[in-house]
């Protein structure tokens, strides 16, 4: 399978933006571009080594505890510093400016972030996997 350049994310929710001119206009649909090491560095900076850790950590049966590294994630993230650094990163990577990404709808957002594990078969995988039935 060919990595993927980018992944296009269709609103459900559009985001309402000023132009310079004063014009509004919706933004309906962002792109989200592959990280670059620019992304993963910063990435690894926001998240914290302690976390790190966790994914990179060896286990005697060669399995992650998804549920535990799930909720180490959330937790490490709970900070204002760190969501604005993610936030940046995503921004970014979209082409965006912040303000987009912090007026997205949740929905939306999740969207985001399974398009981002995207980028990454075992991170989509696990994604999936905790993701509520549709």
Do not use: Q
Request: aromatic share 4%.
């Amino acid at each position: 399978m060919t990595p993927k350049a980018s992944i296009e994310i269709t609103l459900t929710y559009p985001v309402p933006v000023r132009d310079a001119d004063g014009k509004e206009r919706a933004v309906t649909r962002i792109t989200l571009g592959r990280p670059r090491t620019k992304h993963a560095k910063r990435l690894a900076a926001a998240i914290g080594p302690d976390l790190l850790k966790g994914f990179l950590a060896d286990t005697p049966d060669g399995n992650i505890d998804k549920e535990a590294l799930a909720v180490d994630v959330v937790t490490a993230l709970a900070s204002a510093d760190r969501l604005d650094a993610i936030t940046a990163i995503v921004a970014d990577m979209c082409g965006e400016d912040v303000a987009i990404i912090d007026d997205l709808d949740l929905v939306d957002l999740l969207a985001v972030g399974k398009a981002f594990a995207g980028f990454f078969p075992a991170l989509r995988s696990f994604t999936l996997s905790r993701s509520a039935p549709e």
